[in-house]
């Protein structure tokens, strides 16, 4: 019995110590050893890439809204707080650098097991500029525009503006943006920094204005600005000091709008002498004069029939035709124009579009016009006849959209470029074809501020 219980108290003993020698390895079940890199758990890892063509100071990067990072030159970068594996990084421009601009790519992406090295930060120079006006944030976004590529580079944080803004229009000779601002029946007005394309409001914005602002223009000359109240269903007109750009309202402005109700769009013909609005309710375009030495506005003849219900009315380069989108029958207008008078002749019969369109613009060339359709997701393009105005469905239109809701479109100078707004928080690239209209996205949409529904390039 002696025996029996010091041999069992011997196994025992060892029972204990091989538990132990486990317990001195790491635990009682195997586990493998984690390949470096394998990213189980809380591994994290570091996110950083390359800046490239910098000359100025001041540029800060941030990752995930955070994290700053100054680049005082280029070369690589690498954030300070590495990121979990599995988690998402995204890095963008914080603060611009002095006299230039900068764009990221390949900087949103999931930690995947390894170091991220691939964010490329570009920066040039630009003169051209964008701005959208979001109407649900109530404010104006802005970007650069990089002359090489056409792309974008956003300019910081929005700009406020007054409530529901709907519509921009640029100063062609002064360095001046005013946002139309439907629900404050008002208009904002801010300078731009020549160098930056940064907003910063005028003394006195914003500016009084009839019911419902919901359109805005600026005359050739850069003296007269127009707005249209679809509200009050007139059109408030101002002159612009060249060295503030505050706003004067006109003697006689609002000028009423006869025969057209609830004016949506407003444009002013090449030579400044001709002003156009569509009119929602009144299912037309109407013309007036302009006074080049006042700017007072005289009605040149009762309103056009369009077709049903116009939203928005362009004219082309040249000054010889007038063109309007038609919501209500998802198709567009032509007409030329009296050189003389001003009057409106139809073209003839409306062209086919997506359904609903909303934005219409011509290139500079006056070869070709772009129609956003909102609901069908795409453009329009259309081949201009220069001796009659007529237009023809350019091969391969339309176009669908690289983003969704498109609202809103406008032209770089040179028309090697189309900007859009999409209704549903971005801005698209296209690059244009000169020869047959064609449009071909570039890069991914930008995002932009809630909802935006304007947009236009300085």
């Not at 959208?132 to 300019?155: E, F, I, Q, R």
Request: hydrophobic share 40%; with cysteine; proline share 6%.
């Amino acid at each position: 019995m002696r025996n029996e219980s010091a041999r069992g108290r011997f196994i025992q003993s060892l029972a204990i110590a091989a538990a132990l020698a486990v317990a001195a390895c790491g635990g009682g079940i195997y586990t493998p050893s984690k390949p470096a890199g394998a990213g189980i758990g809380t591994t994290a890892y570091t996110v950083g890439g390359s800046v490239s063509g910098l000359t100025g100071t001041g540029l800060v990067l941030q990752d995930n809204g955070g994290d700053n990072l100054t680049i005082a030159a280029n070369g690589a970068f690498t954030f300070a707080t590495p990121v979990a594996n599995g988690a998402g990084y995204n890095v963008t421009v914080l603060t611009q650098p002095s006299g230039q601009a900068c764009s990221v790519s390949l900087g949103v992406g999931t930690i995947a097991g390894a170091n991220v090295t691939t964010v490329s930060v570009s920066c040039f120079a630009s003169s051209s500029f964008a701005y959208v006006a979001n109407w649900v944030s109530n404010d104006v976004s802005a970007y650069a525009v990089n002359p090489s590529t056409g792309t974008l580079a956003s300019l910081g944080p929005t700009v406020a503006a007054g409530t529901n803004p709907r519509n921009v229009a640029i100063d062609p000779m002064n360095p001046y943006v005013y946002v139309a601002n439907f629900g404050t029946n008002n208009v904002s007005a801010y300078s731009i920094n020549p160098a930056t394309g940064a907003l910063t409001a005028v003394a006195g914005s914003p500016f009084a204005a009839g019911t419902q602002t919901y359109a805005i223009t600026v005359d050739p000359t850069g003296k007269y600005l127009y707005a249209a109240n679809s509200g009050s269903n007139d059109i408030s007109a101002y002159t612009i000091n060249a060295a503030t750009g505050a706003l004067t309202p006109i003697a006689g402005s609002p000028f009423s709008t006869p025969g057209a109700t609830w004016p949506r769009s407003i444009a002013v013909d090449p030579t400044g002498k001709f002003l156009y609005t569509s009119n929602l309710s009144g299912g037309n375009v109407a013309a007036y004069t302009i006074n080049a030495a006042t700017g007072a506005l005289t009605s040149v003849s009762a309103p056009v029939a369009t077709g049903m219900s116009p939203v928005c009315v362009t004219v082309d380069p040249t000054g010889k035709f007038a063109y309007v989108t038609n919501q209500g029958t998802n198709d567009v207008s032509a007409y030329t124009i009296n050189a003389a008078t001003g009057a409106l002749t139809s073209v003839g019969a409306t062209v086919p579009a997506g359904t609903n369109p909303l934005s219409i613009t011509v290139n500079p060339a006056g070869t070709f016009a772009y129609v956003t359709n909102q609901v069908s997701n795409n453009i329009s393009v259309y081949a201009i006849n220069p001796a009659t105005g007529a237009l023809t469905v350019a091969t391969g239109s339309p176009f669908l959209s690289s983003g969704l809701s498109p609202a809103s479109v406008a032209i770089d100078a040179a028309g090697a470029y189309a900007y859009v707004a999409n209704s549903t928080g971005t801005v698209s690239v296209y690059s244009l074809n000169a020869a047959t209209g064609a449009m071909t996205p570039v890069g991914t949409p930008m995002a932009a501020g809630s909802t935006p529904i304007a947009i236009r390039l300085k």
